[in-house]
C-alpha cells in the first residue's frame, strides 16, 4: 500500500484493474486506492506477470503493507532495508571510578549516616547509586541479626579490617603494658571548665583532648614513642600525627589529627570534636585517614577497663585510655585511704623499635602530666 | 452538515476538527482565519463542511499574507471577537513573528490590563512526513521565552480537544501547535461532551520507578512504545507528556524526579536551546540533591529540520530503538 | 469679515478646534521643556501636525468611532477625550498613568474612549485597525467606523500593504489616515517612495484615496467626515493623505540638524498652523486677539497645574512590574 499524501496513514482498494495470472507493464495503473485524502489509480512498478491479489476489493489496510505480489519480468529489484544509522556517539557520561558521588547520594548518606566507603557500587564503573545507599540504609541490612547456623556475609569494611588486622599482627611482634591513672582532679577541672568551653568554643567537652595532650607532651621527651620500624632502621616521625580511633556500627574509622605537636589544648579539642564528628557523618576524605604517627583509643567509652589493642601498621605505638572508675586508693606515707577517680592507661607496642623501659617511661610521663593536672592553672 | 465520528475512537484531526465545530456552534464570537480554510476545508481537511455551515463570515479565507492573519485576529480578539487563526504550516509562521511576540503577547501588559488578546493561533508542526525543509520544523523555542504568551502541543486525541476548548476560551494569546505525523496516525478514546484541561499541567501518561522521560508531540508515543519494551526487560520508565510548554508543569516533573532521580528529556526540536535546556536549568536549580545521574538530553540535531531524502529524515527523527537504547544505559547509570 | 467655508461648523466647534491645535502644542512644548530640564527622559514632539489632528479628532465621533493610532498623535489623543492630566501623567510616568507608567509617554490605550493600545513598531497597529473593523461589521454595528493613523513611513511596512488589502478585500469600516510630513526620523520621501503622494497607493488597493492640506483644520475635518461617514455607512475603505510639517525633530533624542538646514525649517514654518490659524479666527471675526491671549493663557496655567500635579504623584511600585503579564497572579517561570 503506497503512502498517497503526508499524514495518510492507510488506504482502501476501491477496484483491481488486472486479475491474478495477467500480464503487467512498468507504470501500466494496476489498481485504484482511495484514502481520505485523494484516491488515484497506481501505476505498476515493474514489468511482469501477476501472481496474486493480497487484498479485496473495499478492504483497508495500512501504508507499507503488501497488497500484491508480480513476478518481475527480470532480475527482482534488492530490497533496500533501511539501516537505522547507528546511534551518535552520546556518552551517557563516564564516570572515573567511585570516587565521585552524585548529589543525591552524597544527600541520602548523610541523611541516612552511611560511611560510603563501605558501599560496593552497583551502577555504571562501580558508581554508588542512590539505591545503594538506600539499601544500606534498611535496618535490616545494616545490622543482619546472626542467624545460629548461617553464614553472614562480609561487608566491604569488615573484609578491610580483617586484612589490616592480620597484617598488623602478622608483621609487628606486639608486647603490652598498663598504668593506673589518678584523674580525679583531671576529672573536676574538666567539670569546671565545661560550661565556659561549650560557650566560647561550640563544642562539649570531653577527656579525650586532656589525653590526648598528654600523650603530645609526653611524646617530646620520648620521641622513639613516635616511630616507625623498617628493615633500614627506625624512621622516627617528624610530626605527631595522632590517630583516633572512632568506633562505627559496621566499621572502625581512625581519622588523623595532624601536627598535634603545634597545637594548643583549645586547638585540639576543636579538632578531634570535628573530626569525630565528620567520620560519625561518614564526610571523612581520604586525606584525613592517612599519615598517623601514633594512635589513641578511648576504650573506656565502650565501657572497658583494660585492653589489648592492636598497634597500628606504620606506627609502633597505640595508647588507649580506660573507663574512669571511683576505688579505694591508698594514698600518701600515712596510707590513708581515699575514694579516687582511677582510670587505666594501656599500650600496646612494636617491640622492634620500642623495649619495656621506653615505653614504660613514656606511658608514665603520660600518667605524670594527667595527675599534676590541678583544678586552676595552665594547660 | 458536519457530522461526528461514529465512534468514539478518532484520530487528532478529528479531535481538532470536533473541537472547532463545538466552539463556532456553541459560541457566537468564535471565528477562523487562515490559508484554505474555506471552500478547501484546509489543508488536512480539518474544517471540511464548516464555510457551508457556519458561513464566509465566520470561515474566512484570507490572502496569502500570515502578518496580516495573526495582526488581524489581534484586532479582532481585542474588540471582543474569539478569533482562531491557522498559519497554515508552522515552518511560515515568521513573517507574523512581530505580531505574536511584540503585539499579541505584549497587549495585556502594555495596556495594564486596558485591552486583552484573547487569541488562538493553531499550526501543524513537525516532521517525519518527508515534508522537507520547509513543511517538517518544531517553533516552540522561538516562542516559549516571551512572556505573556501561552504555548500547548498536545498529541492525543482526548488532549487536543480539552486544551483546544480551554485555549479557546482563554484570555490570552495561545499557540496551539499539532504535530502533523500525529494528525492520522494517534488515535484514541475522545470523551463526549464539553471538558476541559487546564494549561500547565502535565499528563504522566505512564508511571514508572527507575527514571523519568519528559516529552511531547509525537515523541511522547514512541517513547511510551519505547518504555513499554523495557518493561519486559524489568525497567521501569515513567513517561510524562507535557502538553503544555508555557505555563510548563513543574510541579509534575519535580514529583517524578523525586521519585526516580533520573531524567531523560526527549523533543524533536533542535538540542541547543530547545525546551530541553529550560527544564534542565529548573532541575539543577530545584532539585540538585535528588539527582542520581546528570540530566540527560535525548533531542533533534542542530541542524535545519529536515532533509527530503528517506535517509537523511531518518538521520534526524529519532527511532523508538535509540530511545529504548537511551532508557537502559540511564536506568543502568 | 469675508465669507469662508465652515463645513458646517458652529463658532463654537471653529474655537475647539483652536484650543485642542493649543494644548497638543502646549503639552508638546511642556514635554521637550521637561527633557531638557533633566526631569523626564524621554519626549517626541508633534509640532506641525495640529491642523490635521484637531480636524480628525472633530470629525471623529465618540462613544462610537474607534482610533488605532500612533505615538505622535498626541493631538487625535486630546481630542478624543484624553485629558491634560493623563498626557502629562504619561510623560512622567507616574503609578496612576492610564497605562502605569509602562509605555513611552503618548502610547495611550484608553478602551472607555476607543483609544486602542500601540506599540512603537511602525505600522503594526495597522492590521489591529482591519481586525477591529471587521468586528465591527462582523456584528452589524452600522454608523461605526475605525480611523487608523500613522506617517509617511508606515506606508512602506510590508504590513500597511497587508491591512490595506485585508481590508478592501472585506469592504471594511476604516479610514486609512497618513499624516505625511516628509520625513521618516531623518529619511527624506524622495528615499522612502517612488511616487509624489501616498495617496496614489489607494488604486493599487482598489479604494478611494484622496491627498489633503493638512495644514488647514477645516479642511482637514471635512476630509476625515467625509471618509469616516464613507465607512460608517458601509461603503468601505478610504485612504486620505494630510500632507502636514514636522518641525522639531523626531523626538527628544533626535537632532535634526543632521539631516536638513535651519533655513528649511524656517521655511516650513511659515506657514505654521497654530499661528496660521489663529490669524484666521481674528481675520473672520471669531475670536479677537485678546480673546486668543487670554485662550493661550488659561492652557498654559491648565497645563502647568496638571504638570505639577503629575510631577507630585509616585511612581509605579516595583511590584507591580509583575503583574497583567497573563491574566491573574503573573509568576516567574515556573
Redesign the interface.
Known amino acids: 500500500m503506497p503512502q498517497l499524501g503526508e499524514t495518510v496513514t492507510e488506504g482502501t482498494i476501491s477496484q483491481w484493474l488486472k486479475r491474478a495470472g495477467d500480464a503487467i507493464e512498468k507504470y501500466e495503473p494496476f489498481v485504484e486506492i482511495a484514502t481520505d485524502k485523494v484516491s488515484a489509480e497506481i501505476p505498476a512498478p515493474v514489468s511482469g506477470r501477476i501472481r496474486e491479489l493480497l487484498v479485496k476489493e473495499g478492504e483497508t489496510v495500512p501504508t507499507g503493507a503488501p497488497i500484491a505480489i508480480i513476478d518481475a519480468a527480470d532480475a527482482v529489484e534488492a530490497v533496500e532495508q533501511a539501516e537505522p544509522s547507528p546511534p551518535p556517539g552520546e556518552a551517557s557520561g563516564e564516570h572515573g571510578g567511585e570516587r565521585r558521588v552524585s548529589p543525591a547520594v552524597r544527600r541520602l548518606a548523610r541523611e541516612h549516616g552511611i560511611d560510603l566507603a563501605t558501599l560496593r557500587g552497583s551502577g555504571t564503573g562501580g558508581r554508588i547509586t542512590a539505591k545503594d545507599v538506600l539499601a544500606a540504609a534498611r535496618p535490616a541490612a545494616a545490622h543482619p541479626a546472626p542467624v545460629a547456623g548461617e553464614t553472614i556475609p562480609l561487608s566491604r569494611a569488615r573484609r578491610i579490617i580483617a586484612e589490616r588486622m592480620v597484617e598488623a599482627k602478622r608483621t609487628i611482634p606486639h608486647a603490652w603494658t598498663m598504668v593506673e591513672v589518678d584523674v580525679t582532679n583531671l576529672v573536676r577541672r574538666r567539670a569546671a571548665m565545661r560550661e565556659a568551653f561549650e560557650r566560647d568554643h561550640g563544642i562539649r567537652l570531653t577527656l579525650l583532648p586532656f589525653f590526648i595532650y598528654a600523650v603530645v607532651e609526653a611524646l617530646r621527651e620520648y620521641p622513639l614513642v613516635n616511630a616507625r620500624y623498617t628493615d633500614e632502621g627506625i624512621y622516627v616521625h617528624k610530626e605527631v600525627n595522632v590517630g583516633i580511633a572512632v568506633a562505627l556500627q559496621d566499621n572502625l574509622l581512625v581519622p588523623v589529627l595532624r601536627h598535634a605537636e603545634r597545637r594548643s589544648f583549645v586547638d585540639l579539642a576543636i579538632a578531634a570534636d570535628r573530626l569525630i564528628e565528620r567520620a560519625r557523618t561518614s564526610r571523612l576524605t581520604a586525606d584525613e585517614l592517612a599519615g598517623g604517627t601514633i594512635t589513641v583509643n578511648n576504650t573506656g567509652a565502650i565501657g572497658s577497663f583494660a585492653s589489648a589493642p592492636i598497634v597500628h601498621g606504620g606506627q609502633a605505638a597505640i595508647i588507649t585510655m580506660e573507663a574512669v572508675v571511683k576505688r579505694p586508693v591508698v594514698l600518701g606515707e600515712d596510707d590513708a585511704i581515699a575514694v579516687r577517680s582511677m582510670m587505666n592507661v594501656c599500650t600496646s607496642f612494636d617491640h622492634r623499635v620500642l623495649d619495656g623501659a621506653t615505653i614504660c617511661s613514656f606511658i608514665n610521663e603520660v600518667k605524670r602530666r594527667l595527675e599534676a593536672i590541678g583544678p586552676t592553672g595552665a594547660l | 452538515m458536519v457530522v461526528s465520528a461514529p465512534s468514539s475512537v478518532v484520530n487528532n ?1 478529528e479531535a481538532v476538527r470536533l473541537t472547532l465545530y463545538e466552539a463556532l456552534k456553541s459560541d457566537p464570537n468564535v ?1 477562523l482565519l487562515g490559508e484554505d480554510i474555506g471552500a478547501r476545508g484546509n489543508v ?2 480539518i474544517t471540511k463542511g464548516f464555510l457551508e455551515e457556519f458561513g464566509p ?1 465566520r470561515i474566512i479565507d ?2 496569502l ?1 500570515e ?2 492573519i ?12 474569539r ?1 482562531i487563526a491557522e498559519i497554515q504550516f508552522a515552518d511560515f509562521i515568521y ?1 507574523a513573528f ?2 505574536i511576540v ?2 499579541a503577547a ?11 488578546c484573547p487569541l488562538v493561533i493553531r499550526t501543524p508542526y513537525g516532521g517525519g ?3 522537507a525543509l520547509s ?1 517538517s520544523v518544531s517553533v516552540e523555542a522561538l516562542f516559549y521565552h516571551v ?2 504568551l ?1 504555548i500547548v502541543a498536545p498529541s492525543t486525541p482526548a488532549d487536543i480537544k480539552g486544551l483546544l476548548t480551554t485555549a479557546i476560551e482563554d ?2 494569546p495561545v499557540l496551539f501547535l499539532e504535530h ?2 500525529t ?3 494517534i488515535k484514541g478514546e475522545l470523551p463526549a461532551g464539553r471538558y476541559t484541561i487546564p494549561l500547565g499541567k502535565a499528563d504522566v501518561k505512564k508511571q514508572g520507578d527507575d527514571l523519568s522521560v519528559i516529552s511531547y508531540g509525537f515523541y511522547v508515543h514512541q517513547a511510551l512504545d519505547a518504555a513499554r519494551e523495557l518493561e519486559r526487560e524489568g525497567i521501569s520508565v515513567e513517561v510524562i507528556d507535557l502538553r503544555s510548554i508555557r505555563p ?1 508543569d ?1 510541579t509534575t516533573i519535580l514529583e517524578s524526579v523525586k521519585k526516580t ?1 533520573k531524567v531523560l528529556i526527549l523533543h524533536e526540536d533542535n538540542k541547543f536551546g530547545g525546551i530541553g535546556a ?1 527544564i534542565s536549568a ?1 532541575l539543577v536549580e ?1 532539585a ?7 540530566i ?1 538530553r ?1 533531542c533533534g ?1 542542530d541542524v535545519p529540520p529536515m532533509g527530503y531524502a ?2 537523511l529524515e ?2 534526524y527523527m529519532i ?1 523508538t ?2 530511545m529504548a ?2 532508557m537502559r ?2 536506568a ?2 | 469679515m469675508s465669507a469662508f467655508e465652515r463645513y458646517g461648523l458652529s463658532d463654537d466647534q471653529l474655537i475647539w478646534l483652536l484650543r485642542n491645535m493649543l494644548l497638543q502644542r502646549t503639552i508638546d512644548n511642556r514635554g521637550f521643556q521637561l527633557n531638557r530640564q533633566g526631569k523626564i527622559p524621554f519626549a517626541a514632539g508633534s509640532e506641525g501636525h495640529e491642523a490635521l489632528q484637531a480636524g480628525a479628532a472633530l470629525a471623529f465621533q465618540r462613544g462610537k468611532d474607534i482610533l488605532a493610532g500612533y505615538y505622535r498623535d498626541l493631538g487625535l489623543f486630546i481630542g478624543i477625550g484624553v485629558t491634560p492630566e493623563e498626557a502629562l501623567r504619561s510623560q512622567f510616568a507616574c503609578a496612576s498613568d492610564l497605562n502605569g507608567g509602562r509605555q513611552f509617554p503618548h502610547h495611550f490605550s484608553k478602551k472607555s474612549i476607543g483609544l486602542v493600545s500601540m506599540s512603537s513598531v511602525i505600522a503594526a497597529h495597522c492590521t489591529h485597525a482591519v481586525g477591529i473593523a471587521y468586528a465591527l461589521k462582523y456584528r452589524g454595528e452600522e454608523g461605526r467606523a475605525v480611523l487608523c493613523s500613522f506617517g509617511d513611513g508606515a506606508t512602506s511596512q510590508g504590513e500597511w500593504h497587508e491591512a490595506l488589502n485585508f481590508a478592501s478585500v472585506h469592504h471594511l469600516p476604516i479610514v486609512f489616515l497618513c499624516e505625511n510630513n516628509g520625513l521618516a526620523i531623518s529619511v527624506p520621501l524622495r528615499k522612502q517612495m517612488a511616487i509624489d503622494n501616498v495617496s496614489e497607493r489607494a488604486a493599487a488597493y482598489g479604494i478611494p484615496g484622496t491627498t489633503f492640506d493638512g495644514l488647514d483644520p477645516l479642511v482637514s475635518y471635512d476630509t476625515v467626515k467625509r471618509a469616516l461617514d464613507r465607512a460608517r455607512r458601509g461603503d468601505g475603505p478610504s485612504l486620505i493623505e494630510g500632507k502636514v510639517h514636522r518641525y522639531l525633530g523626531h523626538t527628544t533624542d533626535d537632532d535634526d540638524r543632521t539631516y536638513r538646514t535651519r533655513e528649511e525649517v524656517a521655511e516650513l514654518r511659515k506657514r505654521d498652523p497654530v499661528p496660521t490659524y489663529e490669524a484666521f479666527l481674528v481675520k473672520h471675526g471669531i475670536l479677537g486677539q485678546a480673546q486668543i491671549e487670554a485662550l493661550r493663557k488659561e492652557i498654559l496655567r491648565e497645563i502647568d497645574e496638571a504638570t505639577d500635579r503629575a510631577e507630585a504623584e509616585p511612581l509605579p511600585a516595583p511590584s507591580e512590574l509583575y503583574t497583567n503579564v497573563w491574566e491573574g497572579e503573573a509568576r516567574p517561570w515556573w
Request: net charge positive; proline share 9%; no cysteine.
Open positions: 484531526v471565528v488536512f481537511l463570515q484570507t490572502p499574507a502578518a496580516a495573526v495582526g488581524v485576529a489581534v484586532g479582532m480578539a481585542m474588540e471582543g471577537l478569533p513573517p512581530n505580531q511584540g503585539e505584549k497587549t495585556r501588559y502594555r495596556s495594564n490590563g486596558d485591552y486583552t512526513i518527508r515534508g513543511h512572556p505573556g501561552k484570555p490570552d502533523k505525523k494528525y492520522r496516525l510548563m513543574k532521580r529550560e529548573m530545584e540538585f540533591f535528588e539527582l542520581d545521574a546528570p540527560r535525548l540535531p528517506r535517509t531518518n538521520e527511532s530503538e535509540r537504547q537511551a544505559e540511564l543502568r547509570f
